[in-house]
């Protein structure tokens, strides 16, 4: 048994989907790409769709081992240590989110305080790494090009992408982030396409393309390589690095990059907080 059940969570704040996958066999499973939802109006966050999480993983009798982000998310705060408390779980992250905190880091000028090292988290990826869900065999993809640490989750036969693919009719994710790269996505997604074609493919995001009515978070190889209209077969590597920077032109920055992103390289967590027990964001003007 190869095919892991999944169950999918969707949050219309920020178009985002998280995931529970499991081993129907062991009751074991994971926890992918969760949100924290974040008022930026007040500056309160909430546990909702955290919650929503945890409740089908109580009632559904799962025993989580991995709470994973596919990258550092710019669009969406990460609920993964408020889960990993709930649930139990190693907080997972690939490898190379050490470029992401070097480079915000800076940006937010953090100094010393803030390791740089991925140690916020307990279990850093590597390319190619193997580890399982319960008894499913799993294996980390490194997959940059949207952010320079992006990584893709095969489980079983269930790819989870993140941000490099949308549904076909919506096409690929920006690369105008520092360290991100359209010819890197190009090849990413090419290393995508070589799984067999009917590798489930679960997105981290759906923002509905003009005459689709429903939300949806699932695909397959097959049919991305077919009908992607940004990259599907036939469209060579050149052709969608000048699409992709001319639609990256025309985007505005994301609402949300400045909280997500200070709070995701700490994997979840919010600032320390000050000598008036408070956390605080900082919102660097004129740099991005």
Not at 40 to 47: F, L, N
Not at 56 to 71: M, N, Q, S
Not at 101 to 128: P, V, W
Not at 233 to 253: H, N, Q, Y
Request: aromatic share 10%; hydrophobic share 40%.
């Amino acid at each position: 048994m190869n095919r892991p059940e999944v169950k999918s969570f969707f949050d219309p704040a920020t178009y985002t989907f998280s995931y529970v996958a499991w081993d129907p066999a062991t009751r074991h499973g994971a926890v992918i790409d969760s949100v924290l939802d974040y008022d930026p109006a007040s500056g309160r966050t909430r546990h909702d769709s955290a919650d929503a999480i945890a409740a089908f993983v109580r009632e559904a009798g799962l025993r989580i081992e991995w709470v994973i982000d596919t990258h550092v998310h710019a669009d969406h705060l990460s609920a993964a240590p408020y889960l990993r408390e709930q649930l139990g779980g190693r907080l997972g992250i690939g490898e190379r989110v050490c470029t992401v905190q070097d480079t915000f880091g800076t940006l937010f000028n953090l100094g010393d305080e803030f390791a740089r090292d991925g140690s916020q988290f307990e279990h850093l990826f590597k390319d190619g790494e193997r580890y399982t869900v319960g008894g499913i065999e799993a294996q980390a993809l490194y997959t940059p090009g949207h952010t320079p640490a992006c990584m893709t989750h095969l489980i079983g036969d269930a790819a989870f992408v993140g941000d490099t693919l949308f549904m076909p009719d919506y096409g690929t994710a920006r690369c105008d982030f520092p360290g991100g790269d359209a010819r890197a996505l190009y090849r990413s997604i090419q290393r995508i396409f070589g799984l067999p074609g009917a590798t489930r493919v679960f997105l981290c995001h759906d923002y509905k393309a003009p005459g689709r009515d429903e939300f949806v978070c699932e695909t397959t190889v097959d049919a991305e390589r077919r009908d992607n209209v940004h990259v599907r077969d036939g469209i060579d590597e050149d052709a969608f690095v000048s699409l992709r920077t001319a639609r990256d032109a025309t985007l505005k920055v994301p609402a949300l990059i400045l909280p997500s992103v200070q709070i995701n390289m700490r994997a979840g967590r919010l600032p320390p907080a000050e000598s008036n027990g408070i956390s605080y964001l900082k919102i660097p003007l004129d740099a991005l």
